[in-house]
């Protein structure tokens, strides 16, 4: 049987080098285990694991039979689909405890965190395990993308004291201009196909009985989306219907601003006035302050729909 640290479907950062991070210490610690993912690699991933010389986690889809620590998340729908073939180890997550049961005792850190690698950071130093130089960089940098570089209201103390520290690490003298360099990446949209844009970094959440997708762009300037803004909106349309979703959500988010343009299309025709109060105008609303799609948008959806 074996043993695999896994992220969520469409991984991001987080959890690509979550699971690499975490299974590294596994490892170090006489439990072998491999990193996988769900899914392919963003741009900003691939920026990160291409400057650092990481490896990617194997690409695999089916875990019947295996032992898992999932990474990142705890919500069945975004494991793989015989996650009930498997057997869960262990959850280490910084989002909301999801629908996910085990047979067995469990190995769970979950903290009101901004990045699961903070979480990962805390493991090793549990440990006392030593972090390779090129993965200290990969998980401040996992870090820094999700909470925004510290922008975000997920951020905590702790994250930003995991960044000075793997920092010190991986000999990294200036993390901001790194984190802008990686949200520079994110911003390269122009020749991307809209639906893989639009599902780059997407999660379906059960809130209430009701399959919600929400999907987030955060980039350095809202022009980028210019050109391409109409078939963003129709894209979402589309992936409602084929996947049978009661509303599906993108968050078009502008990093220097510290707000989102929210696009929506929703069975629930008033669901944006209850769950933001605030009226859209075809689909489309402002959200001022809005960063995280965990602490900002999920809650009040989830209120609305209770």
Known sequence: MSTYTLGHKIPDSD???GAIALAYLKNQIGEEATAARQGDITPETQFI?????LEAPVLKTSFAGDNLYLVDFSDRAQGPDDLDE?????????HKLGDITTTVPLECW???VGCSNTIIKMMYDFHNVEIPQNIAAGMLCAILSDTVIFKSPTCTTADIRCVEALAAIAGVADFEALGMDMFKVKSAVEGTPVRDLVTRDFKDFNMNGNKIGIGQLEVI??????????????DIVALKQEGERH?????????????????????DENLAQRAFSVAETDG????????SRKKQVVPPLEAALA
């Open 49 to 53: 694991l291409d400057r650092f010389e």
């Open 247 to 267: 509303s599906v959500l993108l968050l078009l988010t502008d990093i220097m601003k510290e707000g989102s343009e929210l696009l929506i299309v929703s069975d």
């Open 110 to 112: 979950i903290r009101p």
């Open 15 to 17: 959890s690509i080098i």
């Open 284 to 291: 489309n609303i402002w959200l001022d302050g809005v960063l």
């Open 221 to 234: 300037d809202l022009s980028v989306f210019d050109e391409i803004k109409q078939a963003l909106a129709a």
């Open 86 to 94: 498997a057997t869960v180890l262990g959850i280490i997550d910084h």
